[in-house]
């Protein structure tokens, strides 16, 4: 198939993100010394100014980490918990029979600022005040929009106007265009006591006060406490054999098991024999979407406070059993995500000549995430909380000071014990299924990691609240027979546009296996760009 981007090479780093100007960010940390974690923070903060309706410093990560020097994969899980005021009880006080997507409500501890503390005090060599200035400069001086911004603004006025400084930041002028300067200094002087207080300032200083202070005004149940009792985690990832390879997971209560789940069941199916067959392939990768996805929403929570059986659920015999259910000539009916939003978040890719490597993804969750930004700080806060139930008997239902099922996953892939790449995408409760259509392009179809990210996607179940649960979107870069052979098959089929954002954004670094080099691979849709040094 014809390339849309080239593949970029460089041996001693790669910087993959969704906006030039942050890639630019991390390749000249790259360039002035740092490793692949430097490269990695100074890309997330400076999309936290240029992608304001995806990420920020009041969302949450999660990084997945091959640290040369301890010769093995981190994994960081830098999501916040909720409130100690967010009680069920609390919420149904205030008129909620289910939680709130949008609003006060929704606001979880934002644990991004941490994690980058924490991941550049393990495997970095260089300090946050370095690695914000560009950031600074680009949030005081104001930087032109790319066509997305103005879009996302557009399409969420109404939830901005409820929120005084963000309909200030971002509206003050009137529906922003392509190109117009959109200039954050609030943020800047955030990153700015940041840069000179390091994460301290943020979770138990004046930054986080004042943040605490501009939220409650506006409703919100976070409070002081909740700052300073937050701490990042480096947990043990997960990891399953697919084709030969070793791919890598953060475990709950990250998505990122679904994608795995997925792996094991079609291991027993040969997709590479299939490769002509496209709507068969496709039909097997569906029926293991459904399936993975049930067990996610049936377990996947925080596992300090109901336990997720991971072992049974990654383990080959529970992966054979299942299997069993999915049936070549029809598509099967089973309960499938009903809680998903249009998750707004970013996926940077970075390595570097030494054998280090990262995938990090950073979210607000929803555009612009809950909506609400605290006066005089220039932080938009995520709407995690979103994601909890008022159902007391689920286990994902709300709890104070716990982590929500979350949809970021970063993913790594090993062989013989070394790194072949590092992949993730955006696209909420999509991430798994976007990345499964890469790893099975790439390690089953044979293709590069370029052309597997560039190859048609399918997207099935629930994007937005009140969409069909059991819709399948398909790109109509597949051939007609396609999707007229999974209709057949029992599948509710529905055109998008050809390289629709629904589909997410992908980025990969891999290395070539002849010369060593790293080789970028970003996403045609939006403006991801690669760089390499």
Request: aromatic share 6%; hydrophobic share 40%; net charge neutral.
């Amino acid at each position: 198939m014809a390339f849309r981007r080239p593949h970029t090479l460089g041996f001693h780093g790669m910087v993959v993100s969704p906006h030039p100007l942050a890639t630019l960010a991390g390749a000249r940390a790259l360039q002035d010394g740092g490793n692949a974690v430097d490269a990695a923070v100074a890309t997330n903060v400076l999309l936290a100014v240029v992608h304001p309706h995806m990420c920020g410093l009041g969302g949450d990560a999660f990084f997945l980490i091959h640290s040369a020097r301890e010769g093995r994969v981190l994994a960081l899980n830098a999501s916040g918990r909720a409130p100690a005021a967010a009680t069920r009880e609390a919420i149904r006080a205030r008129g909620h029979a289910a939680m709130p997507t949008r609003g006060p409500l929704t606001i979880t501890v934002p644990g991004a600022v941490d994690g980058w503390a924490e991941a550049l005090r393990r495997c970095g060599t260089m300090g946050l005040k370095d690695l914000l200035a560009p950031a600074i400069r680009c949030a005081r001086d104001g930087f032109p929009m790319t066509p997305e911004v103005p879009l996302y603004i557009e399409q969420n006025r109404d939830l901005l106007l409820q929120s005084p400084p963000a309909a200030r930041t971002f509206l003050e002028r009137g529906a922003p265009r392509p190109g117009d300067r959109l200039v954050n200094a609030d943020l800047a002087r955030s990153l700015e006591r940041i840069a000179e207080g390091g994460a301290e300032v943020f979770y138990r200083g004046d930054l986080g006060r004042d943040l605490v202070r501009g939220l409650a005004s506006q409703g919100a149940l976070l409070a002081e406490e909740d700052l300073r009792a937050h701490r990042s985690d480096w947990v043990e990832p997960l990891h399953v054999r697919y084709r030969g390879h070793d791919v890598y997971q953060c475990p709950p209560n990250s998505q990122g098991i679904a994608l795995l789940m997925m792996l094991n069941l079609l291991n027993g199916f040969d997709l590479a024999g299939m490769w002509g067959d496209e709507a068969a392939r496709l039909h097997l990768m569906i029926e293991a979407k459904k399936l993975a996805f049930a067990d996610r929403d049936r377990y996947v929570t925080d596992p300090a406070f109901v336990p997720v059986p991971t072992d049974r659920l990654l383990s080959p015999a529970y992966a054979d059993a299942r299997r069993r259910l999915i049936a070549r000539h029809r598509a099967m009916a089973l309960p499938v995500p009903s809680g998903d939003l249009d998750g707004d978040t970013i996926c940077l890719c970075t390595a570097d000549g030494a054998g280090n490597w990262v995938c990090l993804i950073q979210s607000l969750y929803s555009s612009f995430g809950s909506g609400v930004m605290s006066d005089g700080t220039g932080i938009v806060m995520q709407n995690r909380g979103s994601h909890f139930s008022l159902d007391d008997a689920h286990a994902n239902r709300l709890e104070p000071g716990k982590r929500t099922l979350h949809t970021l996953m970063p993913g790594l892939v090993m062989r013989d014990g070394s790194v072949r790449a590092v992949v993730g995408t955006r696209g909420a409760g999509g991430q798994p299924q976007t990345v499964c259509n890469v790893l099975t392009h790439w390690l089953d179809g044979g293709t590069s990691l370029q052309e597997a990210i560039e190859s048609p996607r399918w997207l099935h179940g629930v994007r937005v609240l009140g969409d069909d649960p059991n819709r399948l979107r398909i790109e109509p870069r597949f051939a007609e027979a396609t999707g007229r052979a999974l209709a057949a098959l029992g599948h509710q089929v529905a055109a998008v546009e050809p390289w629709d954002l629904v589909m997410g954004f992908c980025h990969a670094i891999g290395v070539d296996d002849h010369s060593g080099a790293l080789i970028g691979a970003a996403d045609p849709r939006g403006d991801s760009v690669a760089l390499g040094i």
